[in-house]
Each structure stands twice: as structure tokens, then as C-alpha cells.
Nanobody, 121 residues
Framework: QVQLVESGGGLVQAGGSLRLSCAASGSIFSIDSMGWYRQAAEKQRELVATVYSDSSTTYADSVKGRFTISRDNAKNTVFLQMNSLKPEDTAVYYC???????????????WGQGTQVTVSS
């Protein structure tokens, strides 16, 4: 069974940095893409950043130049380096991935449980 497990959230002052990690575990045949979403209180979940199998990346305009997404293919892990954090970055951050397990080689969408990031002013 494939699972995504996040770590690295916490409380930080404005201007600070945090690094989130998301490890995909289980019997994984391939990973098409992995990314991060976030959901602030009383707001819709939004896409933050995505990294694809060819290592290309996309970012939300609100985080461009401040956040960097990367992946370690050998460890099936994706990272989100967040710099120059702002109070408006406060949210629960969710890892998301399109992975194919060995069970049937079909690509499915998976979600992590979420990790809280709080940026104080």
C-alpha cells in the first residue's frame, strides 16, 4: 500500500525558513509527479508547487522566488524549501503525488495527512 508521509512543519517567525519533506513508501513502480498543496483556515486548498518526473517544476505566483521544490528519486522523497516566509503562508501543507504501484502499474493520486506551518508576524 502506497503512503505519503510529511514532516518538517512548525512555527516560524516572518522572514524565516522551513523545509518540508514528503516520503512515499510502499511498493512503488513509478512516480509521475509530486507536489505540495496548502489550505489556510476557511480557504480552499491551493496548489503550491509541483515537480515532474523530468525534474521540471511549477510554482504558484505567490511563492515564486521564495519556495523551491525538489525530489530525491532514489528515496522517493520530495522537499519544499520555504524561505522568506510570510504570515499569509500559514496553512496546512499537504503532499500530493501521482504514483503507480507494482500491484497494477496504474497511476493513482495520493495525499499525505498534512503538516501545519504557522508563520508569526
Amino acid at each position: 500500500q502506497v503512503q505519503l508521509v510529511e514532516s518538517g512543519g512548525g512555527l516560524v517567525q516572518a522572514g524565516g525558513s522551513l523545509r518540508l519533506s514528503c516520503a512515499a513508501s510502499g511498493s512503488i513502480f513509478s512516480i509521475d509527479s509530486m507536489g505540495w498543496y496548502r489550505q489556510a483556515a476557511e480557504k480552499q486548498r491551493e496548489l503550491v508547487a509541483t515537480v515532474y518526473s523530468d525534474s521540471s517544476t511549477t510554482y504558484a505566483d505567490s511563492v515564486k522566488g521564495r519556495f523551491t521544490i525538489s525530489r530525491d528519486n532514489a528515496k522517493n522523497t520530495v522537499f519544499l524549501q520555504m524561505n522568506s516566509l510570510k504570515p499569509e503562508d500559514t496553512a496546512v501543507y499537504y503532499c500530493n503525488g501521482y504514483l503507480a504501484p507494482y500491484s497494477d502499474y496504474r497511476v493513482y493520486n495520493y495525499w499525505g495527512q498534512g503538516t501545519q506551518v504557522t508563520v508569526s508576524s
